[in-house]
């Protein structure tokens, strides 16, 4: 072979002889390993629903398609898996435009399980919240659990880590991916572009570093994808001539309008945090553009809604229940994302050639998905999981050592000490405004007793503390939050976007300190504690981010903590989100990280309390 | 710089310092080379028509856009050129599919130039002619030549060269084009994929040369352009999963829809000599498919269409004609080729960040192009080329000295000697059909005098011949042909399919003796002689394909030699390319090369003579 001595041999194999056999499969002259009978194919082409296709697959591809073949049972041994599909649309497997995963909570094999039960093949990810805690390792032990799912996890190299420039000293953040690094990273085949470039200040400002991020990618003819809030005219612009190809982030019909008109593919979010689906349809159902360059995301997911609701067939009925054709709708998520990333050769269409990725449905107009399957293997059938993986992947130590605390704290050592012993403060307080990523900055006055500055739980201010959890520095931010509704108790975790220190808040320093021990003690995760006990608890063991248990067992500890929280008076996705936020020192106006409460518009620290009084 | 050492300047200026002068132009930092004032914008993207659209261009590029932009005047300098597009509609730049820029010919320059004038900024062309005649060198000159025109040319390698393995011995070629040549040009960035693979006989037998083609083009992420005509069913399939992406092959709608359904991008050709156009929009006006995998291509142009008639604009007038919407028919030569070549972040679409490639045209019910800016210039304009190249190209002489045949033939060295003096003989004769590739294998009685078999023109039957160019051999092939209608003279050209020896037809051996001296005087080309005297001449000196020579001045050679020919009662454009595929001993049934006559369906040389009666 001409060129085995420089390709070796297993690319010579997937260029030369997997080709040779899929011709051969495709002729017959070789058994199918799976065939699809009597199916309505939706083709997502053509937008044509065509009856009585067959389906012959070998090898993860597809190698023959037509409605009938008239000779099909040449192409049947016995070996061959025969699949009757007459009750069924079969659509291509769905795919996620744009995901953390780590918002589910789930690991990467577990987060595909729950993907392939509701028709979802293909997933781009952005690995950002693990990078931010183990860096590129992070990338790297997702990418590696992915050969473990049936699913095609594409994964990005997050664009921003750490959100923050060190320099500004602001914030102390687990890891770094640099230029270097995602240069590096773009020649992965296992990535598959850039991550969300949210940095759009240094875009604007031209900044090296960014651009290299950037050209990386092109150089690598990867995509780059874009996260590009409330961005228009001039700004927009200047933002897509830096080379940015999509967007999840509008809100609103006329600023997604923009984006498309513009060039950029527009990604309709729909998650758990965040609902723009309704809004964003009208550009179809009132404008009426042309839907090519819309697709579907989720950015962010949980385990409860991925349980209890579903994934892309959710939001896809939702969308055709907003009135957008059953089709076009589908188009979101197969085809139209499958061009966005280049990869429409493979992926998005079910045609000879591609991965046999294909879903059933008993109906268009509301999707069920029946039976999904992913390479030519039947991965879930209604209700059942039926993938056998060759192996498993097991964490690294590493990625479980997370809990880099100095040492538990004292409960006075995380309050606020005054200058006075007692009497009263003016302190800057983080108002969180449950539902907006935004807080507001407001001044409280507080009691100062035994020359510490006290909560007033009554009047919903509460403690909050963050702990350096990276580097054992004994780092300790300090100061109040109001708007969380935490009346009794504390709650911890190790979700504090993007540096995911330890952060927690409570009505009184003795529950804290339970909290933090627990969650130190667990290896990270989401503790609630009252009176000194351990209420409900969410082990997140992995980097304290995600579970490496199965997804039933998070579902029920997150249920577990949801009814405890509610018990209490608390909506659990309010507080845990809204915590998680606290500490991100890019969103106005103030926050909280390790190194104290942060001015987000001066990009500095001040000091918990304004005066004494 | 950080990768500065790695990549060298000149990448690095491209990769980050001309985004970094984009976005100041974008933000109005820097002052606008170009601004278009006042268009309808034809949004590609959204099927929208936006009225008093304003555009910035800088360094080539699309970098802000509105309707309006309010604060415009920021963007404008001294040397900012300001054009009013207040009675216009503003289109991208048209992009030709896939075209042989050797069958108009005329040299890239040339047909760069005509190209402008019609819209059309991006040209995908296959190069296949010349490499058949110089090899990977005629690649190269064509890509250099590309330099000094405004077009932006990519250049697709050949998949055929040459056309039949010499290992039949059925036919002496120039030059070959082989896996391991292909393989070394896919890493040039002048090419952009893999030319029809037209030898899908050899797809199908799985070859490992064509597969190992393929696999270069996939590993470079170029595409990889079909040619698959009539293939339908299980072969067509079989073609797919060794990763062509396209076909322009289709005649019928249902064949055209059936590639389409099944993943190709289906080329709608509309050439000088093949028109499919009219039955395939069917796909659209009948059938109602979704229309973004269809694209418009020429294949094959003639000067005389490009002069008389137009280009893409004029084919997208008769799609319009045919009843394609027309923001339908100018996706089809916009933004649907520009995804399918991946290169929609580039070409296809007005959008920031975009070449700017703008069409004015004051209708787009009729496309009228009466202004063409390719990479921020204005290049045409009303009648007007104002492109002004920097330098300029010479081929070199090696281009030129095509015509390496022995010697000039005697009369009688191009006739069939016969085995007896005087008498009959029945000649297997090639049996011509004008507007159809295909030809008869026919028998025939001829007379023999003097030991020669002869003509009889008086029945349509001369003599025809082909001389080996290349390698000075001195083989000829000599034969019969019968359906050409012509009563006397000689014609000769050095156009013939793919090898491009020196071919010549007859009504007597000595008009066709000056025809070959002529035409090896001239460097190639075609000649038409007529009682011993050179009638017309249309100069192809370079590889004895395309001129040198500005295009009207090939214009006029051919409305010259189509003039004379008609006082003949010929047609020029069916002697011209039916002689010109005569050689090709590819298509059934009987070919003529410089070994001789040729019998397709078993790949051999059969004599001339069938028996003495």
Redesign the interface.
Known sequence: ???KGVLGDKLVFS??EK??N???????EIKADLVVKNAKLV?V????I?EDTDIVVYDG?I????NP?RDLDKYIGGKTVVVDASKYYVLPGFIESHVHIESSMLCVREFGKLATMHGVSTVVADPHEIANVLGVNGIKYFIEESRYTPVRFYFEVPSCVPAVDPSYGVDSGGEFVD??QV?MLMQDPGIIGLGEVMDFVS??D?R?EV??K???A??A?KVVDGHAPLLR??????Y????I?SDHESTDPLEA?EK????MYVFMREGSAWKDLGRLVKLVTE?G??T??LTIASDDISVKDLVEHGYLDYIVNKAIEYGVDPIKAIQMVTLNPA?HL?M??LIG?I????YADIVFTPSIDRIVVEKTIIDGVVVYSNGEWLYKPIGSYSYPERAYKTMNIKSIPEPHELLVKASIDEGEVVANVIKAQPGSSLTKWVREKLSVHGGYVRADPGRDIVYIAVLDRHHASGNIGRGFVSGLGLKKGAIAQTIAHDTHNLIVAGSNPRDMVVAIKELVGIGGGIVLVIDGRVEAVIRLSIAGLVSDRDYMTVYREHIGMEEKLKSIGIDFSNIHMTLGLLALPVIPELRITDRGLVDVFNAKIVEPIEKSI
Not at 240 to 243: E, K, S, T
Not at 351 to 354: L, N, Y
Request: hydrophobic letters at 50%; charged letters at 30%.
């Open positions: 072979m001409l060129l260029l030369f080709p040779r899929l011709i051969k499969a495709a002729l017959g083709n082409i053509t937008r044509e065509i591809y190698v023959r398609i037509d073949i230029a270097g240069a875009v604007l031209a090296t651009l290299v950037i050209a990386s092109k150089l003819k005219g001039e700004k927009l612009d200047a897509l001539v830096a080379g190809e309008l498309l008109r513009k060039g404008y553009v042309d090519h360059r061009e280049r429409d050769h269409v045609a000879p050639g591609r």
